[in-house]
């Protein structure tokens, strides 16, 4: 792999098991570099599958998986592999061995001398906020449940990937940890400039960590698009269903005013207040609220976008835009 994060390609995947089983049917869409995408859905939805072929770790029927232009199938398994980030639910951790030890994995395997390793295992766990210095010596046993997944993470990026692959990372945390480590992940690979698939079932946490999710349902693609496409212009009633328990809340607390602007229709008159574009929905609404404003003007990138009425706002999250 380059040292640019690269662009990942699903062009007619499909995966049919020996016993008949159709895993995955004819997938195609395209996760551009340094972009985190989520794969979002249920239990035997296919999205792990989907996740294993990136790495070879499964081979698909039909179809080819590609990173930037170059097929997976042909390229060495092992280097391959050594190549990508990969953390899995819970961390999958060496028991028997000390955290730092875990975080050096792969800086070994590909035949680093010990200086270069241990700068690697310096660097990974504190960019993963974990320091060497207070947990580097102990063991899996020794750490919180997000202690270890630090940990796992910081294994994943020791050696410098330009890929990550994420199955459920944080599907075991507790909620309040499993939020921050959202926030971090999300913060961490945008600066390390990785291309990320994260594997969920949460679609709140798609939400909160993904430029663009995959709706995946019974091994077919459903729909692929950003949050806010998702969120108000639901490709048909499976997508739609994803979203459903917690539509208006998705909404509110993910979408910001520049998202929905454009789904919006103009009023007459002038708005009484400005609002950035970039400020969330609740945090806007609930700014009008207290100061007794019904329009408002949005601005972003340099441009002046409305007026809009706050009810026209609430109609659109109710509803969504189709």
Known sequence: MSDRAPEVAFAGVSLRYPNGVQALDNITF???????????????????????????????????????????????PVILRRSIG??????????HW???????????????????????VGIAMDQAR????????RRPEQLSGGQRQRVAIARAIAARPRLLLLDEPFGALDPAIR????????????RLGCTVILVTHDIAEAFAVADR?????????????SPVEIALTPSDAVA??????QALELRLRYLRLADVAQHLPICDGDGSEELTGERAIADALGALAR????????????????PFERRAVWDLLQRGAA
Do not use: W
């Not at 990969?86 to 028991?95: K, N």
């Open 130 to 137: 974990i320091p060497r210095s207070e947990f580097g010596l």
């Open 179 to 190: 939020s921050e480590m959202q926030d971090e992940l999300r913060a961490l690979v945008k």
């Open 213 to 225: 999710i995959a709706l995946i349902d019974r091994g077919h693609l459903v729909q692929i698009g």
């Open 98 to 120: 000390t955290a730092e030890r875990n975080v050096g994995l792969v800086p070994r395997l590909l035949g680093c001398d010990q200086r270069t390793t241990d700068e690697l």
């Open 240 to 245: 739609a269903a994803f979203t459903a328990k």
């Open 291 to 306: 100061s007794g404003g019904e329009r408002f003007t949005v601005l972003h990138q340099g441009r002046r976008l409305g």
């Open 86 to 95: 990969y953390v899995i639910q819970e961390g999958g951790l060496f028991p």
């Open 30 to 76: 395209s996760v551009p570099a340094g972009t985190i995408c989520a794969l979002m859905g249920g239990s035997g939805s296919g999205k792990t599958t989907l996740l294993k072929l990136v790495n070879r770790m499964e081979r698909p029927s039909a179809g080819e998986v590609s990173l930037d232009g170059q097929a997976v199938e042909g390229t060495d």
